[in-house]
DNA sequence: CAGCATCCATTCAGATACTG
DNA sequence: CAGTATCTGAATGGATGCTG
């Protein structure tokens, strides 16, 4: 044994050029995180959706203070990031189903170790 | 045994009513860790300071592409959130030295899960 | 049903200049 | 050395109204 996390896994750096940026970069993994969750009522469409997939209307249900175009925003943004898959469904009314990716699920553990950051008293 | 995390410990709410908010809420767990690393610069702000500590002038050096006026915002958000101390040392030239709390070394976790997701290929 | 277009108020970040 | 003051342009979010 040598060093830390020279082997593999996760973790942070063994010499990635990434965490040595003077500058916010959109190649640092911490700000591809940071940029998917960005923005008000981002984490709480991604709660909803770690319920199962929703269609349009329900997740304006379950967020009744949310605007269509703050939702619509946010949920292109979580497409974007590849978070979010959405689903036509053919027919009339015409009707659309979100889901998270599998991607998207792990954004769990994310989440959890933010909750608990925020939650500590210290 | 009966159910997962009702006994102690971090983790997701049994039935902590600010996992149920259905607007953004300052209560919210995930909200207050979002709100520290908040802005552009935050998280290579303490990114430095997970080095050690470090004066106004040495964090200018390591992020010269930062204003004056944004480092000073980033810092006093970083204390105001409890993640930085600042502890001015007397005598002439003046000087200040900036540090993390313990809270704020607690971050590490936090930085490492944004790391790991957004470092993922998947 | 599921959205996009438009307008407006607020916030944010960068540049520049000045101070205890 | 370690900031604050001021200004400007860009981005953000909310409200409202319209469409495939």
Redo the contacts with the bound molecule.
């Keep these: 044994m040598t060093h830390r996390t020279v082997g593999g896994g996760p973790g942070l750096p063994a010499g990635d050029p990434r965490a040595l940026v003077d500058a916010?970069s959109p190649d640092c993994p911490v700000e591809i995180a940071l940029a998917a969750l960005?923005?008000?009522?981002t984490t709480l469409v991604v709660r909803e959706l770690l319920g199962g997939e929703r269609?349009?209307?329900?997740l304006r249900a379950a967020l009744p203070?949310?605007?269509?175009?703050?939702l619509?925003?946010r949920?292109?943004q979580l497409a974007g990031a590849g978070v979010v898959v959405?689903e036509r469904r053919p027919g009339w009314?015409?009707?659309?189903r979100?889901a998270l990716t599998p991607r998207g699920r792990e954004l769990g553990p994310v989440l959890q170790a933010l909750w608990d950051w925020g939650a500590a008293a210290d």
């Design positions: 916010p960005r923005g008000r009522w269609g349009y209307g329900e203070k949310l605007s269509d175009k703050v619509s925003e949920l292109a959405r009314p015409p009707t659309v979100y």
